[in-house]
């Protein structure tokens, strides 16, 4: 009998093709992306999981590296191969922008019930000296938007905290009585034809 893997999916975002690189002098990148494969391949993943977000192509490295890498945009895309509460190693170009604010990123799946984790391996901000292992880590101890529970010398999962799933269900119901106060209207007006 087979062992499942650990983790549901690997997730990459914004992994831009070369020409992009070149257009933003974002070169120092090229070796991100050799530091994000050599750690993905030896990550208990099954699937692999790539989204640019309707910009430039993925860097070819990655679907060299994993030819059966894919690509998903949108979460309905995510959500027609992953279930609910299904763990997803995420990581990309930026740690704030690309991340954590992307129609894919972290936020995004937490709100969806994802299980999200990362790690400095696979984050390749790039600016500067955060190309550096000591700097990648400490985003996660620094992030403003959630807290991150280490997993171990490597992996940290996302802990957004009661508040974050507060907001949600507030929102949500707020959505859905929107919805209900539309419907009745609409009930009423037909009536009145």
């Known amino acids: 009998m087979s062992k499942k893997p650990f983790f549901d999916a690997a997730l990459l975002i914004d992994c831009w093709e070369e020409d992009w690189l070149k ?57 027609s191969i992953l279930a609910p509460n299904s763990k997803i190693l995420i ?19 937490l709100l969806e019930d994802f299980i999200v984790f990362s790690s400095p391996k696979i984050i390749n901000t790039p600016f500067h000296d955060t190309y550096l292992y000591e700097t990648r880590r400490k985003a996660f101890e620094k992030d403003d938007c959630l807290s991150w529970v280490k997993q171990t010398s490597n992996i940290y999962r996302a ?10 269900d507030q929102e949500k119901e707020r959505v859905e009585q929107e919805q209900r106060v539309e419907e009745k209207t609409e009930d009423t007006s037909n009536n009145l034809i």
């Open 159 to 168: 802990d957004p905290g009661v508040d974050f799933y507060r907001k949600r």
């Open 23 to 79: 257009s933003t002098g974002q070169l120092n990148a090229r070796a991100g992306y050799g530091r994000m494969c050599d750690y993905l391949s030896y990550t208990d993943c099954e699937l692999l999981l790539y989204s640019v977000n309707d910009g430039p192509k993925v860097h070819p490295l990655f679907q060299y590296t994993f030819p059966e890498i894919r690509r998903v945009e949108e979460m309905s895309d995510l959500k």
């Open 91 to 109: 990581g990309g170009q930026s740690f704030g922008m690309c991340v954590h604010y992307n129609p894919l990123g972290i936020l995004n799946l």
